[in-house]
C-alpha cells in the first residue's frame, strides 16, 4: 500500500512541473516550480533569448542589426565620478528601408508602454539625451525594430573623454567634449542640415523623397508667420514647426498635415525668436513654398461678423459676445435660433446650447464658400483634438447629431481649415434625424435600431466577424469607426483583442463592450493610451457566455492625421 502512495506522489509531482519558455533558450536555468527563467549574465526576456550589453561611457557600437518586432538592449553603468554629466546616446540607421526606436528607463528595462525617454521619429539619425542624476546610475537602452534595421550606437559622456559623437561628423568643432556645429549643421552630432531664411522667402520646385525632411529656421522681427504651400497632385507634404528647436512629427508646437495639395499655416507671438520648421513627404514630393511675415491685426478677422472695428484696430462686439474677435458667444442658443458668422483662416468661433432631454439635438452648418468644420463638446469649448463629435466633410452643409444629450451644457467651435461666411442652427427633434440606412427609427429615443450586422447612427457600417487566432488588417481614417463581432460560444472563458499600429503610436483607439457596439461615450473595455503602439483589451470569467458577444470598435483618434492600417487579432501574439 505503501509503494503505492509513493507512485502516486511522484506522478503528482512530476504533472506539477512547469515548463519554462523555449526551455530558457539554454541561456538559462529553469525554475520548473515556477515556470520563470534565470538568464546567464548578458541575456533577458522570458526565455533569455534578448542578447544585454554592457557599454561603457563613450563606446561606439558598429554593425548593431535589430529585426522587425524585436528588441535590442544594453546597460549603462555610470560609475560614480560620471553622476553629474548627461549621457547623449545617439543612433545611426545605416540601411535605406530601416527604422527603428529607442526607449530608456532607469534601473529597469524599458517596453513599449513604459519608459522614462523615448524617440520614436523615422528620422535616419536620432538621440535621447539622459540628464544628469545623482541618485541614479544604472540605465538600460532599448531599441525596437519597427522594420529590419541595421545602425550604430554611440554613448557619449563629457566624463568618458574630450572627444565628441562620431567626431561632430566633419561638420563642426569639438569644444569639451561637445559639438559646435558650423552652419548650416546643427544636432549633438551635426548631423542635421537647417538653413536660416528671412521672410518674404520663396522656394520653388522643392523635391523630398519618401519620409525624408528638410528644415529651416527664422528669426522674426515681426508677429505673425504665415506659409503657403502649393505641391503636385501626387505629392503630399506636411509641415511642422517648433519654437527654438528642430520639429519632429512627434514633437513641434504647430503642424499642418491635410491631404490638400495647396495649403497655408499662419502662427503668431513669434518675434524676436528662433523658429524652426520642417516640411516631411508621406511619399516622393515636388512643391514650392513660400514664407511671409506679418503684425497680427485684431481686426482682420472681421470681428467674426459679431461686431465693428473701431480706431482700425480694436473690435466692438455685439450684445451676446465676447472675445479679441468677439468669436465666443456668451449665451446659449435657443431651439430654432440661426446666427451667422465669419471664422479667418485656423481662427474658432464658440456657441453653446442647454439640454434637459433625451430628443437628439441636430446642428446644422451652412456656408457657401470657404471651408468650415464643427465640432461639439459637452461642457467645455473643443479643439481640434478634444471633441464629442466632429464633422471635417468638404460639403457646404453638415449637420451633427447629439443623441440622448441628458441635462448638460454642450459646446460648438467652427473651424476655418479656409476662410468662411456661415449660418449655424440648433434644433430638437424627436425623429430619427439620419436615415437608418440598415434599421428603423425608434421615435421615443430618437435613434437608429440597427438590423443585425450593421452599426452606427445611421446603421450604415458594416460588421465584420472577429475569429480567434487569425489577424485582420484594418484600413481606419481619421474620426472612423470599424466594428467586429467576437462571438462568445458556450465553452468561452476568456477573450484576449490586441491591435497593433504599423504606422503610428497612439493614434488609433480601440473599445468593446458585451451586447451592443461601444461609442466614445458608452463602454466596457477601452484602451486610449497615446504613448504605444500595441493596444490590449482582455477578460475572463465562467459567466462570459452569459453576458453576451463581445463588440469591439476600432477607432481613429483626433491624433490620426493620415489614413492608417491596424492589425487587430484575438489572442496574445508574439510581438
Known sequence: MLAKVLVVLVIIGFVLAKECPNNCSNMGSCNQQTGQCTCVAQRVGLDCSIPLQNVTLGATLINQYVEASTWLFYAINKPQSALSQPVTVIVTETNSDGDADMYVRRNQLPTLSEYDWRDITIKKNFSVVIPAEANTNLYYVGIFGFKNTNFKINFH??????????????????????CVCTAPWEGANCTVSVNTVTPPHTETDVAIPKYGWIYFKVRPTTNELIWNVTETAESDVDIYVKKGGIPSRVNFDYAETGIHHDFSLKIVDVANQWVYFGFYAFRDSHFSWLLNSAVQQKCEAKCSMHGRCVFGNTCACDASYRGQNCEQMTRDLFAGEKVRGYVDNYEWNFYSFYTESVDSVVVQLDHASGDCDLYVRNETNPTRFDYSYRDLSLNNSVTLIVPDPGHKHWKIGVYGFRECTYNLTVTVDSSCPQRCVHGRCVHESGMCSCEPGWAGESCDIAVAELVSNQVVNVQINPGQWKYFKLPMHRAATAFNV???????????????DYGFYPDLRIYTFHDIRTNTAIHRLKDSSSYLAYWGDLYVGVYGSPFLLNPTTVQLYNFVPNF
Request: with cysteine; aromatic share 6%; glycine share 14%.
Open 157 to 178: 559622456s563629457d566624463a568618458a573623454s574630450n572627444g565628441c559623437p562620431d567626431n561632430c561628423n566633419g561638420h563642426g568643432n569639438c569644444v569639451a567634449g561637445r
Open 498 to 512: 490586441v491591435l497593433k499600429e504599423s504606422e503610428t503610436t497612439g493614434a488609433v483607439w480601440l473599445f468593446a
